[in-house]
């Protein structure tokens, strides 16, 4: 999902990972919490006391994921990029200390389906951006590219994770560089 105002454009991550997040926790935490509440028994109140406390903390601490997920958000402008993570400061990346944009189709093994990945570098090439089409949605990643009037470079053919990995090192974390990790989680 995309907003755009006169002067920039706010991109958010699909809401299908917010609520995949919400549900996928709710099915791990209910059955145990609802297990720990008959394991206490009819008579004991005060670990019935701990698991309804318990219970309702991480309820709590759901509800702030879920908040605070939903404040995730890239905003593109002349000046550059602000990013608000899931956790932590609002990045700002200016302008003039964006050395490329990496724009980069990957074909997994077996699969004709591809993923598309934008990578925003600094000087020294480090990512200090990145945007995945599982997390945001092709339209999301379009828009941005579209936002951004500088220089993007773009391969001519999907390429392959190990592609990846061997022509653009430093474009991936340290477990992306793994030869045995998974392409799936990238």
């Not at 004991?44 to 759901?62: E, N, P």
């Not at 939903?70 to 700002?92: A, C, K, M, N, S």
């Not at 089409?133 to 470079?153: F, H, M, N, Q, T």
């Amino acid at each position: 999902m995309h907003e755009t105002d006169d002067a920039h454009v706010v991109i958010r991550p699909h809401l299908r990972v917010f609520w995949s997040a919400v549900i996928s926790t709710l099915i791990l935490v209910i059955p145990v919490w609802g297990v720990a509440f008959w394991l206490t028994g009819p008579g004991d109140t005060d670990g019935r006391a701990w698991v309804i406390v318990t219970g309702a903390l991480g309820t709590a601490v759901l509800i702030t994921a879920a908040v605070l997920g939903r404040r995730r958000q890239i905003v593109v402008g002349h000046d550059g990029f602000v990013e608000r993570p899931f956790i932590g400061p609002t990045t700002t990346i200016r302008r003039q200390d964006i050395g490329r944009t990496f724009f980069v189709e990957l074909s997994h093994r077996g699969s004709e389906a591809t993923t598309a990945q934008v990578f925003v570098c600094d000087a020294q090439n480090r990512p200090v951006l990145r945007m995945r089409s599982d997390v945001w949605s092709r339209d999301a990643i379009v828009a941005l590219l579209a936002a951004y009037d500088g220089p993007i470079e773009r391969l001519k053919r999907p390429i392959t994770i190990d592609e990846l990995r061997s022509d653009h090192p430093s474009l991936l974390n340290w477990v992306e560089r793994l030869p045995w990790a998974r392409p799936e989680t990238f």
